[in-house]
């Protein structure tokens, strides 16, 4: 007889149907293919009785039967493990059994299964799976005396090794099938948590929006009636408690913002714009809305960008900038006395066109809320920005902007009494200006007197120095007129309002007298005015912290 046996996996299993008595497609399960196994077996041996039986141990029961003429064996019965000729097979080493009649053999002739049967010869053969697990046999009964040929023998042993194949393919099945089960409920949970976060996300964006809008508007109410309440006939008293109240509204303002910000950024809706823009105004415009906080507290405010101010970059100026104007605000607020330095530097990054932008905002203080800090220490030391930026909205903030804009915010304590949050961003560059670059070379070697109070806040030097004028610094005014008295001969004279010594207009008169047509540029405090007839006796009058642009104007205006 010609055998043809196919079989073939799919997502269901092994299934195989019959059409007009021919097997075709794939078994459904382990029943329907032993069912064929034993449809097939009936029709190439003439025993009497062909079963296919599973067992797990204790209990063995029979998924198929064939009894072709005395019916010895039922479908579906079922038998204690022990009692079954089966357990012959399996006890051992699951090799083939052969009883040539079970009322003789020592084993079978007391069993009560032999007592039902009678005289009965049987052939059981073991099906392995590949682990080496026993699934179940193939057996055959028929009368004693019965011969089995050799390749009728060899033909059972192919059919239990191709059930064993069918049962492991099953059970991989299984498994996968239930793999991808699980896979899609885990995947509808996912959904169902994706869609309930995206509900409350949605829900406190409008929450947001909508408290936002509820106090924002009584807010501008009080913030304008304070102007109102003003008059000249205040008492100070009264004017103290209106500027309280106008400066717990301005708070608030900030903190509504802040707070939609954060809310923006967090919900991924920030855009992160690449436009041209001048990066030194930038810095230099966010620095100066701080300028009266500054002059208000009498603290120092100093600018010293390391930058040239004829170059432009590729970058979102607006967010940049608010991200600066947190940081500032937060070390403004920090300063009880002492200065806030904004310095920048440009890094050359890896690729050819892309620098990296580090901002450096130092204040004299410590963190607000890291009490740690409060033991002076001799070097610098990290600090928790986590920890520091997780306390303050603004912060927060500016750290979403440093990440969509691929930078970083790292923050460090020096020496237990500055602290400097350092801002890392990676711009690209777009273009030099060749008329301001002109400008620079024209004051290449001009000789510059500097006289100022001895810090580092104020950047003129390294700006004029950057552009290579040769400076002569000093804040004592013996020191100028010594170096006059030696030969030296400046072309323009730079000072400091706050000089130390004297009065700094008398120093400027007994400059312009040692040296004939010297020019003088004045550097005033921010929010300082001077009379006019004071000015006279200057060719320049700028606010600090100088403006690259201001004192490049100024220069270039006065030198020939």
């Not at 019965?146 to 059919?159: C, G, K, N, P």
């Not at 203080?365 to 600090?383: F, H, V």
């Not at 950057?466 to 000072?495: C, L, Q, R």
């Amino acid at each position: 007889m010609n055998l043809n046996i196919a079989a073939k996996t799919n997502k269901v299993g092994w299934t195989m149907g019959t059409v007009e008595g021919r097997y075709q497609g794939f078994y459904k399960n382990i029943e329907e293919a032993a069912a064929h196994i034993v449809d097939v077996l009936s029709g190439i041996l003439r025993v009497n009785t062909i079963f296919v039986a599973t067992n797990d141990g204790v209990t063995n029961v029979i998924l198929e039967a064939f009894n072709r003429k005395e019916q010895l064996i039922a479908k579906g019965t079922a038998l204690p493990f022990t009692e079954s000729y089966c357990s012959l097979v399996l006890k051992g080493n699951g090799s083939v059994v052969t009883i040539q009649d079970t009322c003789e053999h020592s084993v079978t002739r007391s069993m009560d299964v032999t007592t039902g049967l009678g005289n009965r010869f049987f052939v059981g053969v073991p099906i392995i799976r590949r682990s080496g697990e026993a699934f179940g046999t193939i057996c055959i009964m028929d009368e004693p005396g019965y011969v089995i040929s050799e390749t009728d023998m060899r033909t059972l042993e192919a059919m239990a090794v191709f059930l064993g194949y069918v049962v492991d393919l099953e059970s991989a099945l299984q498994v996968q099938e239930q793999r991808l089960s699980d896979s899609e409920q885990l995947q509808e949970k996912l959904q169902a948590e994706k869609e309930r976060a995206e509900s409350e996300a949605m829900t406190k964006t409008q929450m947001l929006k909508l408290m936002s809008h509820e106090i924002r508007n009584p807010l501008n109410g009080i913030l304008g009636l304070t102007d109102l309440m003003r008059t000249p006939d205040m008492s100070e008293e009264q004017a103290e408690y209106v500027n309280m109240i106008e400066t717990s509204g301005n708070i608030l303002l900030s903190l509504l913002n802040n707070m939609m910000n954060f809310n923006i950024n967090d919900a991924g809706k920030t855009v992160i714009h690449d436009d041209p823009f001048d990066l030194v105004s930038m810095i230099e415009n966010t620095v100066y809305l701080y300028a009266s906080t500054a002059a208000s507290k009498q603290i120092e405010l100093g600018l010293n960008l390391n930058l040239n101010v004829s170059q432009v970059f590729i970058g979102d100026e607006i967010k940049l900038g608010q991200l600066l104007g947190h940081v500032m605000q937060y070390a403004m607020d920090s300063t009880r006395e002492g200065a806030v330095l904004v310095t920048a530097d440009l890094n050359e990054g890896a690729q050819g066109d892309t620098d990296v932008l580090v901002l450096r905002v130092r204040y004299t203080g410590q963190m607000l809320s890291d009490n740690r800090l409060r033991t002076s220490t001799a070097k610098s030391e990290a600090i928790n920005t986590e920890k520091l930026i997780g306390s303050n909205l603004g912060l927060a903030v500016s750290q979403n902007l440093a990440i969509l804009m691929h930078g970083r915010i790292q923050v460090s304590a020096l020496d237990g009494t500055m602290t400097e949050f350092q801002i890392s961003l990676p711009l690209r560059r777009y273009w030099d200006l060749p008329q301001v670059t002109s400008v620079q070379q024209r004051l290449r070697g001009k000789k510059v007197l500097l006289a100022k109070d001895p810090d580092i806040l104020q950047g003129v030097s390294s700006l004029m120095r950057k552009w290579e004028m040769e400076v002569h610094m000093t804040s004592d005014s013996a020191v100028a007129y010594h170096w006059i008295k030696e030969g030296f001969k400046p072309d323009v004279a730079v000072v400091d309002l706050g000089l130390r010594e004297g009065v700094t207009a008398d120093f400027v008169m007994d400059l312009k007298q040692q040296v004939k047509a010297l020019p003088v540029i004045m550097l005033v405090p921010y929010g300082m005015h001077m009379d006019l007839h004071q000015t006279q006796a200057f060719e320049a009058v700028l606010t600090k912290p100088v403006r690259q642009t201001e004192l490049l104007n100024a220069l270039s205006i006065i030198l020939p």
